[in-house]
Protein backbone atom coordinates (compact mmCIF):
# COMPACT_ATOMS: atom_id res chain seq x y z
CA UNK A 1 0.00 0.00 0.00
CA UNK A 2 1.41 3.58 -1.18
CA UNK A 3 1.79 5.90 1.76
CA UNK A 4 2.50 9.47 1.78
CA UNK A 5 3.60 11.63 5.00
CA UNK A 6 4.27 15.43 4.65
CA UNK A 7 6.03 17.02 7.32
CA UNK A 8 7.66 20.44 7.73
CA UNK A 9 4.29 22.90 7.41
CA UNK A 10 4.53 25.28 10.63
CA UNK A 11 3.48 29.23 11.25
CA UNK A 12 6.13 31.55 9.85
CA UNK A 13 6.47 35.34 9.10
CA UNK A 14 6.40 37.08 5.71
CA UNK A 15 9.55 36.90 3.96
CA UNK A 16 10.48 33.40 5.91
CA UNK A 17 11.00 30.28 5.01
CA UNK A 18 10.00 26.42 5.12
CA UNK A 19 11.08 23.04 3.87
CA UNK A 20 8.56 20.46 3.18
CA UNK A 21 9.66 16.68 3.44
CA UNK A 22 7.17 14.07 1.90
CA UNK A 23 8.36 10.51 2.64
CA UNK A 24 7.07 7.38 0.23
CA UNK A 25 6.52 4.15 0.43
CA UNK A 26 4.55 0.94 -1.25
CA UNK A 27 5.88 1.79 -4.16
CA UNK A 28 9.40 2.24 -6.43
CA UNK A 29 9.77 5.51 -5.73
CA UNK A 30 12.64 6.59 -8.40
CA UNK A 31 10.11 5.24 -10.91
CA UNK A 32 7.39 7.63 -10.36
CA UNK A 33 7.28 11.79 -10.52
CA UNK A 34 6.08 13.89 -7.93
CA UNK A 35 4.06 16.71 -7.05
CA UNK A 36 2.98 18.84 -4.66
CA UNK A 37 -0.23 20.87 -4.78
CA UNK A 38 -1.97 23.57 -1.69
CA UNK A 39 -5.41 24.67 -0.81
CA UNK A 40 -6.38 27.60 0.43
CA UNK A 41 -9.84 27.90 2.65
CA UNK A 42 -12.47 27.81 0.71
CA UNK A 43 -10.21 27.51 -2.65
CA UNK A 44 -9.79 24.81 -5.06
CA UNK A 45 -6.77 22.83 -4.71
CA UNK A 46 -4.20 23.87 -7.09
CA UNK A 47 -0.85 22.55 -8.86
CA UNK A 48 2.66 24.08 -6.98
CA UNK A 49 5.48 22.04 -8.13
CA UNK A 50 6.00 18.81 -9.79
CA UNK A 51 9.57 17.20 -10.32
CA UNK A 52 10.04 13.90 -12.71
CA UNK A 53 11.12 10.34 -11.37
CA UNK A 54 14.74 11.40 -11.65
CA UNK A 55 15.03 14.78 -11.23
CA UNK A 56 15.75 16.07 -14.14
CA UNK A 57 12.62 17.78 -15.13
CA UNK A 58 10.77 20.32 -12.54
CA UNK A 59 7.43 22.18 -12.59
CA UNK A 60 6.58 25.41 -10.91
CA UNK A 61 2.93 27.20 -10.83
CA UNK A 62 4.00 30.81 -11.99
CA UNK A 63 3.13 32.44 -8.61
CA UNK A 64 5.88 30.28 -6.71
CA UNK A 65 8.57 30.55 -9.32
CA UNK A 66 11.92 32.06 -8.32
CA UNK A 67 10.70 31.58 -4.86
CA UNK A 68 10.11 27.47 -3.92
CA UNK A 69 12.18 24.59 -5.04
CA UNK A 70 11.68 21.18 -5.35
CA UNK A 71 13.52 18.37 -5.34
CA UNK A 72 14.28 14.71 -4.55
CA UNK A 73 16.30 12.02 -2.64
CA UNK A 74 15.48 8.88 -4.59
CA UNK A 75 17.97 7.04 -1.79
CA UNK A 76 15.12 7.82 0.67
CA UNK A 77 11.95 7.79 -0.83
CA UNK A 78 11.70 11.54 -0.03
CA UNK A 79 10.44 14.95 -2.14
CA UNK A 80 11.15 18.19 -0.75
CA UNK A 81 9.65 21.08 -1.54
CA UNK A 82 12.17 24.12 -0.51
CA UNK A 83 10.00 27.62 0.27
CA UNK A 84 11.77 30.79 0.02
CA UNK A 85 10.34 34.74 0.39
CA UNK A 86 6.66 33.23 1.87
CA UNK A 87 3.53 35.54 1.47
CA UNK A 88 0.35 35.08 3.65
CA UNK A 89 -0.89 33.79 0.01
CA UNK A 90 1.39 31.02 0.26
CA UNK A 91 -1.14 30.03 2.98
CA UNK A 92 -2.67 26.52 2.55
CA UNK A 93 -2.71 22.78 3.21
CA UNK A 94 0.19 21.41 1.54
CA UNK A 95 -0.71 17.85 -0.34
CA UNK A 96 2.14 15.66 -1.87
CA UNK A 97 1.27 13.50 -4.56
CA UNK A 98 2.66 10.25 -6.89
CA UNK A 99 2.30 9.81 -10.25
CA UNK A 100 -0.29 7.15 -11.43
CA UNK A 101 2.21 6.17 -14.50
CA UNK A 102 6.18 5.53 -13.94
CA UNK A 103 8.45 7.35 -16.05
CA UNK A 104 5.89 9.47 -17.30
CA UNK A 105 7.09 12.05 -19.64
CA UNK A 106 3.72 14.16 -20.06
CA UNK A 107 2.48 16.42 -18.49
CA UNK A 108 2.52 16.91 -14.52
CA UNK A 109 0.03 20.20 -13.69
CA UNK A 110 -3.01 18.12 -13.69
CA UNK A 111 -4.22 16.56 -10.51
CA UNK A 112 -5.82 13.63 -12.43
CA UNK A 113 -2.37 12.03 -13.15
CA UNK A 114 -1.82 11.65 -9.67
CA UNK A 115 -3.19 8.63 -7.57
CA UNK A 116 -2.19 8.82 -4.35
CA UNK A 117 -1.84 11.44 -1.75
CA UNK A 118 -0.60 12.66 1.61
CA UNK A 119 -2.70 13.85 4.30
CA UNK A 120 -1.31 17.05 4.12
CA UNK A 121 0.55 19.71 6.38
CA UNK A 122 -0.45 23.56 7.38
CA UNK A 123 1.82 26.56 6.19
CA UNK A 124 0.57 29.55 7.87
CA UNK A 125 2.18 32.65 6.57
CA UNK A 126 1.57 35.93 8.88
CA UNK A 127 1.58 39.70 7.42
Known amino acids: QVQLVESGGGLVQTGGSLRLSCAASGRTFSMYGMGWFRQAPGKEREFVAA????????YYTESVKGRFTISRDNAKNTVYLQMNSLKPEDTAVYYC????????????????????WGQGTQVTVSS
Open 51 to 58: ISWNGGRT
Open 97 to 116: AVQRIPYYSGSYYSQAGYDY
